[in-house]
């Protein structure tokens, strides 16, 4: 299986981005797509995910509200709409998958394949 995420960018402060993520490959058995951030000096963080089944979501503080997670089975795809952009959102985004039913969402542990990242900068 491979992730390739897409749509990062440059954006002020209070703008919006759309990042997508489209999985190839064996994706039947998903259990979660998640999106994860990290800056420059901090540790990956968990943004969002989405389970496959029944499609619950799970968001960080940081981003309630503000950005929502979307998927499509059918199309093995994941999508992350980001708005009212703060300069802190400022990261490099990973989306990622995982199979292992029941784990914990927010954990990235949880996610065995990696997107390669896409770059997302808001300025002030």
């Known amino acids: 299986v491979q992730l390739q995420a897409s749509g990062g960018g440059l954006v002020q402060a209070g703008g919006s981005l759309r990042l997508s993520c489209a999985a190839s490959?064996?994706?039947?058995?998903?259990?979660?797509m998640g999106w994860f951030r990290q800056a420059p000096g901090k540790d990956r963080e968990f943004v969002a995910a989405?389970?496959?089944?029944?499609?619950?979501?799970d968001y960080a503080d940081s981003v309630k509200g503000r950005f929502t997670i979307s998927g499509d089975i059918a199309k093995g795809m994941v999508n992350l709409q980001m708005n009212s952009l703060k300069p802190e959102d400022t990261a490099v985004y990973y989306c990622?998958?995982?199979?292992?039913?029941?784990?914990?969402?927010?954990?990235?542990?949880?996610?065995?394949?990696w997107g390669q990242g896409t770059q997302v900068t808001v300025s002030s």
């Open positions: 990622a998958r995982s199979t292992f039913t029941g784990r914990t969402v927010q954990a990235d542990s949880t996610y065995a394949y």
């Open positions: 490959g064996r994706t039947f058995s998903t259990y979660a």
């Open positions: 989405i389970r496959w089944s029944g499609g619950s979501t």
